[in-house]
């Protein structure tokens, strides 16, 4: 059967799920965009990702077409008539579409657009979980407002391609010597004296979802964790490193530009961090 998506208060089959070529996220990325994991045909952690759905919009004074509330319903549903068990739900906001391609905000009559479709994807039982994965390391060429979930993602497009021609999974980006982000992730390591270290928020990175639960799931069970950022050295020189996001919950990296990281195998603190956000992920789904 075909996958149904949802555009501006209907459900059609994929095929005819369109908008049209004067959106303004086509014409200007000028968008907002959230992914959520499904879990056994739950949404995991999905208060966090509407939380930073309503934030990302006012940081860009967009307005919602429909209420947080609703629009879980409407993810819900989605996954529902999808038959959707394990996979992610994509959903993206932009400022409508207006008469003409004119950068200024359209008047009060153009209504946002509002899409979403489903993906299935069995993110626990990845073979990457049990194997890790490579990183190349890139320049991050962002913009400077990197906290907004904006669909304007060319950088990250080639960061990951680079990344895939590589045969790595994931590419980090590097600036002023330290890394920022992964492509489509946050970035954690565990130093030789078992201290977590990940990237403090602010404008140079998005804060994670899953990254901000890892981080919370560890001070709970009174690990040490340090925001700020590091460099690729320290990360090379760690015992662990690992990314996170909401697609693929917590993944090892064993390597960076071809260099081995610890042992070059998922490490112990990685697995249970894993396995720590995995029973966080099921106990609170909705
Ligand atoms: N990306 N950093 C960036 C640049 C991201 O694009 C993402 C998520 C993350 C992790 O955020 P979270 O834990 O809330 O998923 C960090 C999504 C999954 C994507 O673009 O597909």
């Not at 930073?52 to 549903?77: C, D, H, N, W, Y």
């Not at 989605?78 to 409508?96: F, P, Q, W």
């Not at 603190?269 to 995995?278: A, D, G, K, P």
Request: a negative charge.
């Amino acid at each position: 059967m075909e996958p149904i998506a949802y555009v501006n208060g209907a459900f059609v089959p994929l095929s005819e799920a369109k908008v049209s070529i004067l959106d303004r996220g086509f014409l200007f990325a000028d968008g907002i965009y959230e992914v959520a994991a499904v879990l056994d045909g739950k949404l995991i952690d999905n208060a966090s990702h509407l939380a930073r759905l309503q934030r990302s919009v006012g940081e860009i004074t967009l307005a919602l077409p429909e209420s947080l509330e609703r629009i879980q319903e409407i993810q819900k549903e989605l996954v529902k008539r999808n038959s959707v068990a394990n996979g992610l739900v994509y959903l993206e906001v932009t400022r409508g579409a207006d008469s003409g391609r004119d950068f200024v905000f359209p008047k009060n009559d153009v209504k946002p657009t509002l899409v979403m479709f489903t993906s299935e994807k069995d993110i626990v039982n990845a073979p990457s979980a049990r194997t890790g994965i490579s990183v190349i390391t890139v320049p991050d060429i962002r913009w400077a407002r990197r906290d907004i979930k904006s669909v304007a993602l060319l950088a990250q497009v080639l960061a990951k391609q680079a990344a895939a021609e590589a045969k790595a999974g994931e590419a980090w980006m590097i600036e002023d010597g330290k890394v920022t982000e992964g492509g489509s992730s946050s970035c954690f390591i565990l130093t030789q004296d078992d201290v977590i270290v990940t990237r403090q928020n602010g404008n140079e990175i998005l804060p994670g979802c899953t990254r901000k639960a890892v981080v919370k799931l560890a001070e709970e069970r009174q690990l040490r964790i340090e925001e700020r950022a590091f460099s690729v050295e320290e990360a090379l020189a760690a015992k662990e490193a690992f990314i996170t996001s909401a697609s693929l919950f917590v993944q090892a990296v064993v390597s960076i530009d071809g260099k081995k990281v610890g042992d070059g195998k998922p490490g112990l603190m990685t697995n249970r961090l894993r396995e720590i956000y995995v029973d966080f992920a099921r106990a609170t789904a909705v």
